[in-house]
């Protein structure tokens, strides 16, 4: 699990815009959010915050970048069927939850299962970690990175 000052490992993965990230020199900061699964109702939502403080990050010198282990072909119908404005990276492999720390243990009606832990990374364009935020709550999450971002 990476935490707060740690260096994010030396991946790389390609955006829906067709845009390679590396992760452990973006350029520029870069907000990394993990999310369970394309459209439904918490993650649609989340993107759909991010979506609407894109321009804002932007303003502010910050890449958003929305991961999850959905294969990217589902990820382009939910970017159409939203009209979403941040790009989408598939971790179908898992390297990336993996290295992170968010393909987690959950449980639903006692049935255990592995699954996307929500959490959300700040990093800078040196590939630190600067902030993590872990077991998100959606509602105001997207204004709130975008606040600690911004004071970056």
Do not use: N
Request: with cysteine; aromatic share 8%.
């Amino acid at each position: 699990m990476l935490v707060e000052g740690d260096k994010v490992p030396a991946l790389k993965t390609k955006l829906s815009d067709g845009t390679e990230l590396d992760l452990a020199a973006p350029g520029q900061s870069l907000v990394l959010y993990f999310y369970p699964k394309d459209d439904t109702s918490g993650c649609t939502k989340e993107a759909q915050d991010f979506t609407e403080l894109a321009g804002d990050y932007a303003k502010a010198g910050v890449k958003v970048v929305g991961l999850s282990r959905d294969p990217m072909k589902k990820h382009d119908k939910f970017i159409a069927k939203y009209d979403l404005k941040v790009p989408l990276a598939s971790d179908e492999d898992g390297a990336i939850s993996d290295a992170f720390g968010t393909w987690v243990e959950k449980s639903m009606y006692g049935r255990k299962y592995m699954g996307m832990e929500r959490a959300t990374y700040l990093i800078g364009k040196d590939g630190r970690v600067m902030k993590a935020w872990r077991k998100v709550k959606v509602p105001g999450h997207a204004a709130e990175v975008l606040k600690s971002a911004k004071a970056v």
